[in-house]
DNA sequence: ACATGTACTTCATCTGTCGTTGTACTTAGT
DNA sequence: ACTAAGTACAACGACAGATGAAGTACATGT
């Protein structure tokens, strides 16, 4: 299980990610992060939808309901170009980080 | 630049980790974290003095009273030995994290 | 009849970060 | 002598993303 002040403000690009794969709706997305995870990491609800309003306003995203129905209706979600550029942005971001963090976490001598 | 949002939580592990190789005190390490990251991240001056209240009341580092003045008074930290311990535990966690958002954030199927 | 799974929503709260401002002393430059 | 820049820390309020708790709604299995 991890810490989720680490993921925090990750939780975006890794919805964006997914989308950018394909359409998809919440429950959906939140099973796939758990499964390429195998479970390291399990998005929470209120996580993942509050990030939906976030992205949508930000206009990185935009939803339209599921015609295919199995319980409570569906709403799906659509990446878009600006969406596209905002995930290239962050993935290029995410690698400085990383060797950011990876060389501050261990303390070693330059 | 780094946004802090990433970085948000790990700052207290950075702190412990530079600490872990011997008492410092805050503006020198808010120095090295520059310098060590070619200045990709620069820890903002209230974010890091709000870490060591923090991380003090964890139990985490403990602070004395600085001989050596040059302006105003120093404040030194040294890290307890909960603190080497939560700072292991930081550091096995980031590698997992490392792999998981890894994965997430590039949209590679398995 | 009832639990479980699907799918989403609202609301209040928490926590770490950040911007702003202020204190206080030293050294270097003109 | 005056001033800017560097050293070193502290207090305060505001913000945004994450969280917990609870609720809505329908379908399927036992």
Redesign the pocket.
């Known amino acids: 299980m991890i810490?989720?002040?680490v993921?925090?403000?990750?939780?975006?690009t890794f919805l964006l990610s997914l989308l950018n794969q394909g359409d998809s709706?919440?429950?959906?997305l939140s099973?796939q992060i758990k499964e390429k995870t195998d479970g390291d990491y399990i998005?929470?609800?209120?996580?993942m939808?509050?990030?939906?309003t976030?992205l949508s306003k930000k206009g990185y995203i935009i939803s339209y309901p599921?015609t295919?129905?199995?319980?409570?209706?569906?709403?799906?979600y659509s990446i878009t170009l600006e969406g596209k550029m905002h995930l290239k942005e962050k993935q290029e971001e995410w690698h400085i980080t990383r060797e950011v963090v990876d060389h501050l976490v261990k303390g070693e001598d330059k």
Chains 1, 2 share one sequence.
């Open positions: 810490s989720s002040d993921i925090r403000g990750y939780n975006d709706y919440g429950y959906e099973r998005i929470k609800e209120t996580t939808y509050s990030a939906f976030r599921g295919v129905t199995q319980g409570k209706k569906r709403t799906y």
